[in-house]
């Protein structure tokens, strides 16, 4: 066994230790305090994943130190977020506080009689029932970091009440006013959960559709409501639509593939030109294209905001067009819409791509471009969809491109969830932390493939830069950049 170089976070003091390689972190700290006589402090209970106590903060990543492996230059810091007492020893009374806040148990009379737990009932909650107190999501939850939001496993214990039959509290009210709708459902806690639960979609969606559904809404949420029921699109018309502009096919000789062209909302009646590109793109690289005219809205904001009620209906729409169609699969240009259908389209019966998966898959020759680019990976591409390799590699395949990394590529932008729209401030609030990212880059563009991530952070940038002396940085879709190497 050979020996590797790990740092320890001592109070803010970098300490280097040299350890045996392929040993946990939890035994490399017992080896350092044992053979180095360092007395570094830090919590433990146990090895086997039952207990959450070890969490620490590990290359930048909150993780159980019981269950990683040292890597060498491996960076070991208390957990993100808390009041550090000392080493890698956490403050973690705020926490007992709040769930004691919360009461954390069962709400019913005396007088009532409790009702039978069915096998549905279990299902339910069961999901969200198997927290170990890491208190990694709440670590790095962007909303937590920069509003009053008390973070995600507070949801989920909510959740794991509201849906018990047993507890008669108010627990979807009592969400709502914990600021519920400042989690932008960016699932970067359930990356992060050691149990794997999926807080987003089995806590923090579903107790928005209870408070929905008790009346407890955000006003904005409302008139994207209303959008949709007079024009299936999320947003208000302000000029003729990409899909009135546009023929329904676009097809090429010697297709590699016959693809139908999911548009999503902000292509179809804002960024036009977007849909264009795309066209072009997909065409130049062997792709036919069906674009559907009677297509509508994804769902994805009323799903994501719990008015799940009329999302179902656009559902059904959608599956009725785009199950007919004789083509290959269909493809999408937002992230948004692809894990949307993806995930929420249980019934359907095509498969959707990502633009990116498309085009990495059926790769041609770019004219140069010389010039240098980030790239933002949205939330809903890279967790909601497992997808962040594909566009690495098509801009790496433009001749002369810089291509640059900033600090946290996959940092929430805060346009998700509903925030943009419902929470402007907490949105903007978390946009700050990213364009600051971008700017240590010294790009030229920032390049992502989610209209809803391109219009944040291109107005979160326009309001940074207001009284600074920053470069403008311009924001597009990936399909813009590609559309002038073609």
Known sequence: MGLITITVNRNGILEKYTVPDGITVLEALEYINSNYKEGILYRSSCRSGQCGSCAMTINGEPRLACKTKVEDGMIISPLEGFNVVKDLIIDRSPYYR?????????????????????????????GVRNCIDCLCCLSI???????????????????????????????????????????????????????????????????????????????????VRENILKGNRSVKKEKRSFLEEIKEEYIVDKEKMRLAFFTGCLVDYRLQHVGRSAIKVLNAHGISLVIPKEQVCCGSPLFRTGQRDLA???????????????????????????????????????QVMDITQVLDKVPMEYKPLDV????????????????????????????KLKFVEMEIPDQCCGAGGGVRSGKPKV????????????????????ITVCPFCEYHIKDTLEKFREGKNYLKVEVMNIVSLLDRVI
């Not at 769930?99 to 009689?113: A, V």
């Not at 007919?324 to 249980?346: M, P």
């Not at 949105?427 to 920032?446: L, W």
């Open 98 to 126: 709040k769930m004691q806040d919360l009461r954390n148990y069962l709400q019913w009379h005396e007088d009532m009689n409790i009702p039978t737990i069915t096998s549905k009932d279990i299902k339910e909650f069961k």
């Open 141 to 223: 939850c962007p909303a937590r970091k920069f509003s009053q939001y008390p973070g995600p496993t507070f949801m989920r214990q909510l959740a794991r009440f509201a849906f018990d039959p047993r507890d008669k509290g108010e627990r979807e009210k009592e969400a709502y006013f914990e600021n519920l709708h400042n989690c932008t459902t960016c699932a970067k806690c359930v990356e992060v959960c050691p149990k794997e639960i999926d807080i987003v979609h089995r806590a923090i969606e579903r107790l928005r559709e209870l408070a929905f559904k008790k009346g407890y809404y955000l006003r904005n949420h409302l008139t």
């Open 312 to 350: 179902e209906k656009l559902k059904k729409k959608n599956l009725k067009v785009f199950n007919n169609l004789d083509v290959d699969g269909v493809v999408t240009v937002c992230a948004g819409c692809g894990s949307t259908l993806k995930r929420d389209y249980k019934e359907r019966e095509f």
């Open 372 to 399: 240098k680019v980030t790239y933002h990976d949205p939330c809903h591409l890279k967790r909601g969809q497992g997808i962040y390799l594909e566009p690495r590699r098509i801009l790496k395949r433009i001749p």
């Open 427 to 446: 949105s903007y609030a978390i946009g700050k932390r990213k364009v600051r990212m971008i700017y240590k880059t010294g790009a030229d563009y920032v």
